[in-house]
């Protein structure tokens, strides 16, 4: 009780003194939203302040729960360590869409800047653990902290592994942050990964944790609508990965990850931005003046809310320049691109320095929610001159902190939902909502609470479906629900929308091997309209037991062969072929000579380079033998011999000395 009437009294005071200073900005008589001073945003849009000191201190994330509840985490230690992280919950208690309260739910999370909700819970990324901590006895404060997994080092709190996120196949992804580690689940260290400095996934229930490719070691990672992962960090604004690099295995690769830079408005290797007033830069990179060079937050807007022309756009905030931008995304090949909407501007910036965007979160009513650290200084000090150091004061801002809210300018009212999880009919409608969160929050709840009675609406709904977003949702949740059948997993191999065809390739994967039928139809899709559906054929062709790929060997290399043969340049592609094909190494390379006599470029030399490194790796000297002959009987152009002979020198130099000495390498002369 006496717990409970001190959080009653704090609200008291903390709305006594918000009504005061809400009371100052907006006037007595007046409830009008007025725009805060010293901002920009683009003219389609409104900003509002929602939360501020002495509500909110130090904010990093903010999350809603499936009952729309607002939670906060914040961390006070940045950048000295002599604090631990809060997780707070934010009151709105008179629905005018200001927060007027708070309650702390957990004031000693270490050094955690990254949560999500979980089950009746929270996950929280807390180096070196991962903790899911929970209200056992729903007094609204957190009692029971579990330490679900060790491992994750603890080096500059800039780089914590952060950015958890349900994903749309129900594992829990989250970004390196640079800082790496051997990360296992408590009690099988024995299983533990090396992160090498990449981003990971995981599943709590069945204790299995997977590198899943490189890092681009920032802070936070996004998804968009189809389940494509977006990074950010720093100079580089956007990048996307592609495909996991477990796909990659084998294949000789200089830089052997598919992690690219989508942005397409690059200068000189930087992005240009635009901030307003008088311009910042962080203080151990002058040059980095007017350009990226303190990405960070990246968030996919798939809120359903703005005008069509930001839905499918990516938000990225520069807390050295006090901004945030946006790209649109599109195709290009077999990965987007980034490009920017609005021209020579920001879609939001201020002349305020201390204005600190360091993430973002769009919520089930559409909003976007920017979190503002307000902080003097951001930069971490082991990245400032000592010499600059002595005269910052590295805890100005430490009392305070902002949450602002963007919304449409114009005809705009929150979007409801009801995610009530014993109304289970109600679970399985809101995937086909417009909002993102909703439809992905929707699956969360189905699948982690395991409710299995959804099953038979969920085929119902999916039988029924006109929405693609949402018959995607329904076939991951059925898929994470282990119960998607056969003949519905044919059903999204033919859907005429080709980010489902590409989805389905995906969910195909972990049935290839016991179903011969459906490797017919993945090869069936290597000849698809849509280039990233081809890229995804193959690359799931690689993934087949070699009994399985041997058995469906000459039809793998008749279709693989065709794929190459018509085309275009596309990087990914051509690594997705390669990979594939290495179990066919020379069969395939001679395919692709008969094909181009004489003439042998680009994407064709590419593969037909990265397997003859493979074949000189293995030291397979029959089979470069039979490579170089037939190049000269081709009369492969100089050139492309030239290159090819060279991927061969750096195949070989890459076999033990045992290896090179115990075979004649002048059979190839």
């Known amino acids: 009780m006496l717990q409970i009437m001190g959080v009653y009294i704090t609200r008291l005071r903390e709305l006594s003194y918000f009504f005061c200073l809400m009371a100052l900005l907006l006037g007595c008589e007046s409830k009008q939203v007025v725009f805060p001073e010293g901002f920009q945003i683009h003219s389609d849009f409104r900003l509002q302040l929602v939360a501020a000191e002495p509500l909110l201190f130090d904010p990093v994330d903010l999350q809603f729960d499936e009952e729309g509840r607002t939670f906060v985490l914040e961390m006070p230690e940045y950048p000295n360590r002599d604090a631990d992280s809060r997780l707070v919950e ?29 089950k009746k819970g929270f996950l929280v990324a807390s180096p ?65 990964i090396d992160l090498r400095g990449g981003d990971f996934k995981f599943d709590p229930e069945r204790k299995r944790l997977v590198r899943i490719g490189e890092s681009s070691g920032g802070f936070k ?25 477990r796909y990659l295995e084998g294949l000789p690769l200089a830089s052997p990850h598919a992690l690219a830079n989508i942005s397409d408005h690059e200068d000189h290797g930087l992005a240009r931005i635009y901030p307003i007033g008088e ?34 756009s990516l938000l990225v905030a520069d807390c050295v320049l006090n901004l945030v931008h946006i790209d649109a995304l599109s195709n290009d090949g077999g990965a987007m691109k980034a490009s920017r909407i609005i021209d020579k501007a920001e879609f939001l910036a201020s002349n305020d320095r201390s204005f600190r965007p360091v993430n973002m979160s769009v919520g089930p009513d559409g909003a976007l929610y920017v979190i503002d650290m307000h902080r003097e200084v951001i930069e971490h000090p082991e990245w400032i001159p000592d010499e600059l150091e002595v005269a910052m004061d590295l805890e100005a801002g430490k009392d305070k902190g902002r949450i602002y809210k963007i919304t449409p300018k114009d005809e705009w009212s929150p979007i409801t939902f009801d995610l009530d999880l014993s109304d289970t009919p109600s679970l399985v409608s809101a995937m086909g909502s417009a909002n993102q969160w909703i439809r992905l929050t929707a699956q969360r709840l189905l699948v982690t609470n395991k409710i299995t009675s959804a099953i038979p609406l969920l085929f119902e709904a999916l039988n029924k479906s006109n929405n693609p977003l ?6 991951w949740t059925l898929e994470g629900l282990g119960a998607l059948e056969s003949p519905q997993l044919k059903m999204a191999l033919r859907d005429s929308i080709p980010e489902i065809r590409e989805n389905a390739i995906k969910i195909a994967e972990r049935y290839l091997n016991s179903e011969n039928e459906m490797v017919e139809d993945i090869i069936t899709l290597t000849k698809d309209s849509d280039a990233k559906v081809r890229l995804r054929a193959a690359l799931a062709l690689g993934t087949l037991e070699d009994k399985i790929y041997h058995e469906n060997g000459a039809a793998i290399l008749e279709a693989l062969s065709r794929m190459v043969s018509v085309m275009p ?44 490194d493979k074949m000189a790796k293995e030291g397979d000297l029959d089979a470069l033998t039979t490579l170089v002959l037939v190049c000269h009987e081709r009369k492969i152009q100089a050139t492309s011999q030239t290159v090819l002979i060279e991927a061969m020198v750096k195949g070989w130099e890459k076999r033990t000395e045992t290896e090179r000495f115990s075979t004649d390498p002048t059979k190839l002369l």
């Not at 208690?93 to 200001?98: L, R, T």
Request: aromatic letters at 12%; charged letters at 15%.
């Open 90 to 118: 934010l009151f709105d208690s008179d629905k005018d869409g200001v927060y007027d309260g708070r309650q702390v739910l957990d004031g000693k999370l270490g050094i955690a800047s990254s949560f999500i909700p979980y």
């Open 128 to 192: 070196p653990f991962l903790l899911w901590n929970s209200d056992t006895d729903g007094d609204g404060i957190i009692d029971s902290h579990q330490k679900l997994m060790d491992g994750f080092s603890t080096g500059n709190l800039q780089h914590n592994f952060n950015g958890l996120n349900y994903g749309l196949d129900n594992w829990i992804y989250a970004a390196n942050g640079g800082n790496s580690g051997e990360p296992f689940f408590v009690g099988h260290s024995e299983e533990a």
């Open 221 to 245: 990672l996004t998804f968009d609508d189809w389940g494509r992962m977006y990074e950010t960090h720093n100079l580089e604004h956007v990048s996307q990965l592609v495909f996991q690099d």
């Open 279 to 312: 311009q910042d830069t962080r203080v151990n990179h002058p040059e980095q003046a007017g350009y990226f060079s303190g990405a960070c937050g990246i968030t996919h807007y798939g809120g359903g809310a703005f005008p069509m022309a930001y839905n499918n």
């Open 470 to 475: 949402g018959r995607l949702h329904l076939y």
């Open 569 to 612: 340049n596309d990087e990914w592609a051509t690594k997705a072929i390669a990979a594939t094909m290495q179990r066919q190494a020379l069969p395939f390379s001679l395919s692709i000579l008969e094909q181009n006599k004489g003439q042998v470029t680009g994407v064709r030399l590419s593969i037909l380079a990265m397997l003859a």
